[in-house]
């Protein structure tokens, strides 16, 4: 089954978002930005869906994954990245004008 990983590019900006506003979780949907972004919420902030999936943790803080993309990206490695942008309105990447985004590669089966 596919894992989550981040490079240490996203590990720093992880580092700087936790020290400003605490503890906090990745959500991964297909809702945003073709799916390629991640959002991240303050724990507490963020309801998560009884079909969603944590997938693993980075940087110690879980990242949960929709059922529909789980399904779709079961047998996908995520690497979460930063890149130059802004992040999704309500993640707390949003206005650091860098943003959190979801590279992939295929994982043995």
């Known amino acids: 089954m596919g894992t989550v990983s981040a490079t240490p590019a996203a590990l720093q900006l992880l580092a700087e978002?936790?020290?400003?506003h605490g503890p906090v979780?990745?959500?991964q949907s297909g809702g945003c930005c073709d799916g390629s972004s991640p959002m991240c919420y303050a724990?507490?902030?963020f309801r998560i869906g009884e079909r969603d999936v944590q997938l693993g943790e980075i940087g110690g803080m879980p990242f949960y994954i929709s059922a529909a993309?789980?399904?779709?990206?079961?047998?996908?490695d995520l690497i979460i990245?930063?890149?130059e942008g802004r992040g999704g309105m309500f993640s707390l990447d949003n206005g650091r004008e860098r943003r959190f985004l979801t590279r992939s590669e295929i994982?043995?089966?």
Do not use: M, Y
């Open 107 to 109: 994982c043995s089966i």
């Open 69 to 76: 993309q789980h399904e779709a990206w079961k047998h996908t």
């Open 81 to 83: 990245d930063v890149v």
């Open 43 to 45: 724990q507490g902030d």
């Open 17 to 20: 978002i936790v020290a400003d």
């Open 25 to 27: 979780l990745f959500h």
